[in-house]
Every structure is written in structure tokens, then in C-alpha cells.
């Protein structure tokens, strides 16, 4: 399968697990769409692990890219991207989300929001999230709250772009367009 | 992908983890079966979290559906149902799994008892079940015992009815019958 | 989808959650390799409920199959294997993965030398491996530290074997070869 988007897709959500390559897998689907892309990080920096976890990522991406770190506004951020980009990352909406909630904002705002935005934008977007729902149904009440509005804006989100991946040990299973199959 | 049955077809497990989305589009392939669905809910409401999910369900299914609540005894309430229904959907079997260790019920009878009846029942019916063993092992046994409970009963289940989806973001992966691929 | 390997193929992953069916799958794969197959098992026995899903897992194997039990020097356990095997099944990774973190062995050098391995093997070889990254995120550092490992293991075999299906209620998802889809 190729990572490229067809000439009639302009919007991707890329799923998958901790560590299940999808970030690999969404750089590589926004570089194919040209040599000017952009990068939306929505992680904030609270510990060594996850400044070791951001550090990694970048150097992996490499110089090419120009970047935009904004753990909360993401619409603006997306927004304020310059229009001679090429296409624009946005790793990842598990951290916004998570953000969000620490910062008592109201998701379903901000989700409706950043779906609006979608279909207006100029260039091709691709959004990384978690899945993480199938373990256990968690002890706690914060962790459970988490896992309904994860799944909710991941299903907001695959309903409206053009097309989902939903990766696991770092290959692709295509979940939009959908196949037809008997 | 069409989420009516096959002529073939007439039973079904919708998988996914939690907010997937199983459950809305079990209820599609149940509608898309005739205009008379039943709902066989085995929710037990223990606290106001719980009462809000059911509440959400039931808004989203609307009054075309007639309804029987039932923990505990699912193949009394599925050979219960009226004749004149046009298919059952049982929502979901991971609570009715909870419910019954929680009464101390033997799982792998009540699973033989189930699988027994679906082949002999008359109208098409459709399962919702949770995929729980995606996450880290649970430290606490009872999680790890549901856990394996309820892996096997999804094979269980799986390896007798006509057709398996999984679901994620709401999307489908069909699982069976399989496509011929090399 | 068979079971079978085709000529060109020679190694494979398979991928599931807990009791999803990952096993049963793996030894049907080896079996269809020839009557002489090599079960390499990585548990390590510390406890009753352990002993009793080792137990399980040998009643179903039956008498058929030698066995080796390594739960850390798997790279000289699958080199020791005798060449008059018919294909050697590794169950499973995520185990040796636990092992060697338990015994502060460095996992990455574990890896690459496994990885090097493969390619020069006369046999076909199965491995089984659990996907763990697609719960909530663990609050238990050593437990993410796990989830990361065993992402990236899963990568890293995934990109080099012949072959990747992921199992689901016992039914398998083909990850590689990639069919070609639009």
C-alpha cells in the first residue's frame, strides 16, 4: 500500500498504539506531498522522559521540516502555517487532548472547531492519534474520561477525512476508503 | 463496506475497544435487517457513569426498538424474544461477562449454553463485544481472569457465527468471512 | 486466508492481544510446515497461574513436537534447534522481552543479534508476539518502558519477516505481504 494520498484525498488521521510506528508512518504520507513540510507538535515538555521521547522524533525528521509547538490552540496553530508549506503534520491529538483536559478546556468545543477547519484548508493534513481503548477498562475515573473522549474524536475525525491508516508494528491497514468487499 | 447481512448470513460479532463506535453500527446492520429490531441490553446500572452511557444508547436508538433488559440470563431473554422481531441485537457481552463473575456464575457453561442456541434461532442476531487484551498485563488477577475470559469467549464466538467485524473509529475491518488473499 | 506459507516465505510474526487466538494460529502455521516441528518456549515459571497456562498450552500441542525451553538465550535456543526440523515456532517474544528486562540484559544488542539470525536460518520460522500499546497509558514507569520495547520489537521483526498477520478473536488480520489496494 502505498503512503502517498491519491489525487483526491487532502486529509489523513493515522492510528495506532504506543510505539506502533505511526508517526514513522505519517511523516513519511506528509514528505511524499512535497519538500516544504510543516510540523504541528502538541506535546508539552513536563519530564526527562518525554523530552527524551521529542528529542528522538526530531531526529528523525531531520532540518527539512519548519516546526510549530502549541500544546493547546491547534486550531490556530494549523491556521497560522504558512501557506507555502507542503503539507502539515500534527503529532499527535492524544497529547492535545490530554492538555486539553489538564487545562480544563471543553473538548467538544475545540473538537468541533478543529473539524470545521478541516475542510478549509489549502494544503494536505495529516493527523497522528493514539488508540486506547482495548486493554482493561481502567481503575480510574480521570483515565476512563480520557479513553471515551479519545475515542470520540477519533471517530469524529476518521468520519470526516479523506482517508485512515491504523498501523501496528509499523504496517498499514487501510481503514478509509473503504474496499468493497462482498 | 455494507453493513447488511449476506442472504448467508445471520449472526454477526461486532468487535472494538472502548468508544469505538461497535455499538452504533451494530445497531445499523440490526435495522438494515427489517423494522421491527430488538434490543437485548445486559447492562446493570451500578452508579450515575453507567446510567449516563445507558442514556446515551437509548437516545441514539429512538423508540423503534422494543427492549428487554437482562444482566444475567441471556439465552432465556434471546429465546424470549418475540418471533415477530426482524433481528436481536445483544449489547454487550462484555457486561454480561462481568455480570457474571460478579455473581460468581460458571462462564464456560453459560458460553456453551449461548453458543448452542444461535444456530437455532430464527432471526438474524448481533453481538457487541469488547477487545480488552491490547493493553498492558493488568497487575490485579480478577482484570487479567476477565481478560482471559473474555478472549476466549470472542473466539468462542467468532469461530461460530457468520460474520466478525472489528471496529475502529468507527470504521470496519472485516474479519470473516474471509477475503481470498494469497 | 491459509495458513500456509507460500515457497518464497520464511519467516513470519504473528501479532495478537492476550487470548486472542495468536498461539493456536502460530502452531497451525508450523504444522503446515511439515510433521517435525520445534516448539522453542520462553516462558519462565514463577507461579501457579503460569504453570497452569503452560500446561494448556501443551495439552493442545500434543506429543508431536520437540521443545526447548530458553527463557533468555533464545538466539543460541533457535541455532541449537536440530536442522531435521520441519519449522521452529517461538512463543513468544513478549515473554523473552520480560525475561530480559527482568535480568537487566540490554535488549537492544538482544534484537539486533535475533534480527541478524533470521535471514540465515534453514528452517521456516513463526514468532509470537503481543500487541500491549493500545490500552491507556500505564501510570507504572517500568510498565511504559515495556510497551515501548515491545513496540519497537514488533517493528523491528515486522520490517524483516516474510510475513505479519495480527489475530483477533482467533481470526487473522494479513498485515504483509501487502495486498495492493488502491
Same mark, same amino acid.
Given at each position: /500500500?502505498? +503512503? ?24 513519511? &504520507? +506528509? ?15 513536563? #519530564?526527562?522522559? /518525554? ?15 519548519? +516546526? ?22 500534527? #503529532? ?8 486539553? &483536559? ?5 473538548? #467538544? ?24 481503548? /482495548? ?25 470526516? +477525512? #479523506? ?20
Amino acid at each position: /500500500m502505498s +503512503v502517498l494520498f491519491t489525487p483526491e484525498q487532502n486529509s489523513a488521521l493515522i492510528l495506532g498504539g504506543a510505539r506502533s510506528g505511526k508517526s514513522t508512518y505519517a511523516e513519511k &504520507m +506528509v514528505l511524499a506531498c512535497g519538500n516544504a513540510p510543516h510540523y504541528v507538535a502538541t506535546s508539552q515538555i513536563f #519530564d526527562d522522559e /518525554m523530552k527524551q521521547r521529542v528529542h528522538q522524533h526530531q531526529k528523525r525528521r531531520g532540518t527539512q521540516w519548519s +516546526v510549530t509547538e502549541e500544546p493547546l490552540n491547534l486550531c490556530e496553530a494549523i491556521e497560522a502555517v504558512p501557506t507555502s508549506s507542503s503539507a502539515i503534520l500534527v #503529532d499527535c491529538l492524544t497529547l492535545w487532548l490530554s492538555n486539553l &483536559m489538564h487545562h480544563d478546556r471543553n473538548v #467538544d468545543v475545540e473538537t468541533s472547531q478543529l473539524l470545521e477547519l478541516i475542510p478549509r484548508l489549502g494544503q494536505p493534513i495529516v493527523f497522528v492519534s493514539n488508540e486506547v481503548g /482495548m486493554g482493561i477498562v481502567p481503575e480510574n475515573a480521570l483515565a476512563r474520561a480520557f479513553r471515551d473522549h479519545q475515542g470520540r474524536l477519533n471517530q469524529s475525525l476518521a468520519a470526516i +477525512v #479523506d482517508r485512515v491508516d491504523f498501523i501496528a508494528a509499523g504496517l498499514p491497514l487501510n481503514l478509509k476508503p473503504q474496499r468493497t468487499i462482498q
